[in-house]
């Protein structure tokens, strides 16, 4: 299993080698997975991006296999635990793929770091979070503490899913399933370090110091970072690239991977 000791944990992460040995060689792309998820989470695009790059897969602080799993965490932190692995495995530079919570991390490591970032793409997730998220969060988190935990992940799917997933009794139960027997499964104390983080995202990041191309993007249904949010970002900077992907909410990433896959395949090859 590999783990590094960086940073007061152990951070577990996956690597896979681009699957084309002929192919040339390019930055690794840095999958930063979101809120309350791990590298699993990444899963229906591991497959077809490695036919083409390399991927770098972190279980972010406080969630996953990466140890201690309750911990402090912030912003400050995650960036530290992202440059101190690539420092361990000697990578100079990346290409960043996040979403949600890990697409505003990918938008801080390309700010503190921009020589070691060659690409980002940001989905469903904006350089700062909304005050309005945190306090969803924090709801979140004590109705977790007061609810069955199975019906807690229903509630969770509300936020990520479009309304035509609940149309399929057979498809939320084998997400509930899915969730309940995960193995790394979040503890609610690890959910709890996590949701008091989210803080820490609220300052303005120096987007002046930005140094590579960015592509951002979310779901036309995605109630957590509206097109419309996605809109007035990109008309306030117009150097960003900007896709709403269509039947899709916040975790757009698994229902339209196809899609999803193509608009990263497509900005890493712009790059």
């Given at each position: 299993?590999?783990?590094?000791?960086?940073?007061?944990?152990?951070?577990?992460?996956?690597?896979?080698?681009?699957?084309?040995?002929?192919?040339?060689?390019?930055?690794?792309?840095?999958?930063?997975?979101?809120?309350?998820?791990?590298?699993?989470?990444?899963?229906?695009?591991?497959?077809?991006?490695?036919?083409?790059?390399?991927?770098?897969?972190?279980?972010?602080?406080?969630?996953?296999?990466?140890?201690?799993?309750?911990?402090?965490?912030?912003?400050?932190?995650?960036?530290?635990?992202?440059?101190?692995?690539?420092?361990?495995?000697?990578?100079?530079?990346?290409?960043?793929?996040?979403?949600?919570?890990?697409?505003?991390?990918?938008?801080?490591?390309?700010?503190?770091?921009?020589?070691?970032?060659?690409?980002?793409?940001?989905?469903?997730?904006?350089?700062?979070?909304?005050?309005?998220?945190?306090?969803?969060?924090?709801?979140?988190?004590?109705?977790?503490?007061?609810?069955?935990e199975r019906d807690w992940f229903g509630l969770l799917y509300q936020f990520l899913f479009c309304p035509e997933f609940f149309e399929?009794?057979?498809?939320?139960?084998?997400?509930?399933?899915?969730?309940?027997?995960?193995?790394?499964?979040?503890?609610?104390?690890?959910?709890?370090?996590?949701?008091?983080?989210?803080?820490?995202?609220?300052?303005?990041?120096?987007?002046?110091?930005?140094?590579?191309?960015?592509?951002?993007?979310?779901?036309?249904?995605?109630?957590?970072?509206?097109?419309?949010?996605?809109?007035?970002?990109?008309?306030?900077?117009?150097?960003?690239?900007?896709?709403?992907?269509?039947?899709?909410?916040?975790?757009?990433?698994?229902?339209?991977?196809?899609?999803?896959?193509?608009?990263?395949?497509?900005?890493?090859e712009a790059v």
């Amino acid at each position: 299993m590999p783990v590094v000791k960086i940073n007061g944990i152990s951070l577990h992460y996956q690597y896979h080698p681009c699957d084309q040995t002929s192919a040339p060689a390019t930055p690794p792309v840095l999958l930063l997975a979101g809120m309350a998820s791990d590298s699993a989470s990444w899963q229906p695009a591991i497959v077809p991006l490695r036919q083409q790059h390399s991927l770098l897969i972190p279980d972010n602080r406080c969630t996953g296999r990466t140890t201690p799993q309750t911990i402090v965490s912030s912003r400050d932190a995650m960036v530290t635990d992202i440059l101190c692995l690539l420092d361990e495995l000697g990578i100079e530079r990346v290409n960043i793929v996040g979403h949600s919570m890990g697409a505003m991390l990918g938008w801080a490591l390309a700010c503190t770091a921009p020589e070691r970032v060659t690409s980002l793409v940001s989905a469903a997730g904006l350089p700062s979070i909304v005050p309005a998220r945190i306090a969803l969060f924090k709801s979140l988190r004590t109705l977790r503490s007061e609810t069955n935990e199975r019906d807690w992940f229903g509630l969770l799917y509300q936020f990520l899913f479009c309304p035509e997933f609940f149309e399929n009794p057979d498809a939320i139960e084998a997400a509930l399933n899915g969730s309940m027997s995960y193995p790394h499964k979040q503890a609610l104390s690890a959910f709890s370090c996590q949701v008091d983080a989210l803080e820490s995202f609220l300052p303005p990041l120096p987007l002046e110091k930005l140094a590579c191309p960015v592509t951002l993007m979310t779901g036309s249904q995605d109630t957590l970072m509206t097109p419309r949010m996605l809109q007035t970002f990109g008309e306030a900077h117009p150097e960003v690239r900007t896709v709403v992907v269509e039947n899709a909410a916040h975790a757009l990433h698994w229902e339209q991977p196809e899609t999803f896959v193509r608009i990263v395949l497509d900005a890493l090859e712009a790059v």
